[in-house]
């Protein structure tokens, strides 16, 4: 093997990358504190999008390091089949208490996709649970984003993660993505496009609502571009699926702990799903884990079934993991302490106002923002996603700011813990990069 630093880099194979552009002028990172990221050339960037919409609480919690350290220390790894330790039933119960009304039950996995996973699974499995087997039909959305597993792809709605991987699962319809012309530089959410969910009525028609087992959607779309739901859109769904008996499922892997204000998207916009996913926020980032909420009465159907029988035949071997629990513990301890989940009400407005002032460019196509999620949407350029890869890239080089770049859409979300000046670094790299550039 060569011992050159650049033929080196050939080893790891980057998720979602240009593997072979990154090479040729490598974005590292080598330390992290707060708001701020430190690169291998000894700047510091303003973190502007959590990590990967995770690190809620900044970077370098010295609360959940030394959580994880003591974790490890007393007790590295037990199963959590047919086997328990107390972490994993603590931090499930705390988890609970912060869910919306009835979702009462914790599936833990290692990761959103994962959640994804399990939670089509368990919709699956609950209507056999309870003899209703005719229901196998899944119905995501054009733009979704449910993680990479193949059931997460094959309910997502982005060609990409798509077109190279088969057939995928059959019996998946998608409704269409939730956003009506017109409604460009709404701030928050669209007034226009609820009745877009009625598309599910004509699925209903079509297919039988006694074959449908689930619906799942992002209460707000993320890797597919920041798309706000309609006002009322979350509504619409939610009583048709269940006029119907079809399991609502919301994949708040982003939107989860904090992102838009309160613990859940599904609290802050009052509508409770079936099943909740969640993921990254969960432990900050700082250890991989996710968990899906399960509604009380679903898993009745599965717990009234002949004792001494395994009513799940799904799990992971680091399912509750008792160092991710004990992340997960410090991480919410942190969140309640300094009141997180509050700051997308308390800088919200000021974040709108923020971003919404970069719409004197002409080459912005749209702006959308809810609680402390944002982005800009690029007119296409010369070739699809290059100027959203210029933004990012002028960010990160002259900005000294990390956002995050989806085709032609740069998107926004920056750890809890920001204050104004923060926002106003941020926007001020933004609009650097859009003079500079255009
Ligand atoms: N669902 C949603 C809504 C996501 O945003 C993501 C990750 N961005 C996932 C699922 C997948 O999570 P992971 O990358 O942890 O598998």
């Given at each position: 093997m060569s011992q050159s630093p650049r033929s080196s880099l050939d080893a790891f194979w980057m998720p979602f990358s240009a593997n072979r552009q990154f090479k040729s002028k490598p974005r590292m990172m080598v330390s992290a504190k707060g708001m701020y990221y430190q690169s291998d050339d000894g700047r510091q960037i303003l973190d502007g999008t959590a990590g990967l919409w995770c690190s809620n609480a900044g970077h370098g919690r010295s609360e959940i390091s030394a959580a994880v350290s003591r974790q490890i220390d007393q007790l590295d790894f037990a199963p959590t089949f047919q086997m328990g330790h107390p972490l994993a039933f603590e931090l499930a119960n705390r988890l609970v208490d912060m869910s919306p009304p009835g979702l009462d039950h914790v599936f833990f996995t290692n990761s959103g996709s994962e959640a994804v996973d399990t939670a089509l699974k368990i919709a699956l499995a609950y209507h056999k649970a309870k003899g209703d087997s005719g229901r196998t039909r899944l119905i995501g959305r054009e733009k979704g984003y449910h993680g990479t597993g193949f059931g997460g792809i094959s309910v997502g709605g982005l060609v990409n993660n798509r077109r190279s991987f088969g057939p995928l699962l059959a019996g998946v319809d998608h409704l269409k993505h939730a956003w009506t012309a017109g409604s460009e530089f709404t701030q928050g959410l669209p007034l226009h496009g609820a009745d877009l969910a009625d598309e599910l009525e004509g699925m209903i028609a079509l297919h039988g609502g006694e074959t449908i087992a689930a619906v799942i959607v992002e209460p707000i779309v993320g890797s597919g571009g920041v798309w706000m739901p309609p006002v009322g859109y979350l509504e619409r769904l939610r009583a048709i699926t269940q006029q119907h008996g079809i399991v609502l499922i919301f994949d708040e892997v982003i939107t989860g702990y904090g992102r838009i204000g309160d613990a859940f998207a599904a609290t802050r916009f009052g509508v409770t799903p079936d099943i909740i996913t969640s993921a990254k926020g969960l432990t900050n980032g700082a250890i991989p884990m996710g968990a899906v909420f399960v509604a009380d009465f679903m898993h009745q159907a599965f717990m009234q079934g002949p004792e001494q029988i395994i009513e799940l035949f799904h799990g992971y071997t680091y399912s509750g993991h008792p160092v991710a629990a004990a992340a997960g513990l410090a991480t919410l301890d942190i969140y309640a302490a300094e009141g997180l989940f509050n700051k997308a009400y308390e800088l919200g407005d000021y974040f709108q106002a923020q971003l919404h002032s970069?719409?004197?460019?002409?080459?912005?196509?749209d702006i959308r923002n809810f609680g402390l999620v944002g982005a800009l949407e690029f007119k296409p350029g010369a070739q699809f996603g290059a100027r959203g890869y210029q933004v990012f890239e002028h960010c990160f080089w002259q900005g000294n700011a990390l956002v995050r770049c989806t085709g032609d859409t740069i998107a926004v979300s920056p750890p809890l813990i920001l204050s104004k000046e923060h926002i106003d670094e941020l926007i001020g790299a933004l609009r650097a990069a859009v003079k500079t550039l255009y």
């Open positions: 970069l719409a004197e460019f002409d080459v912005l196509k």
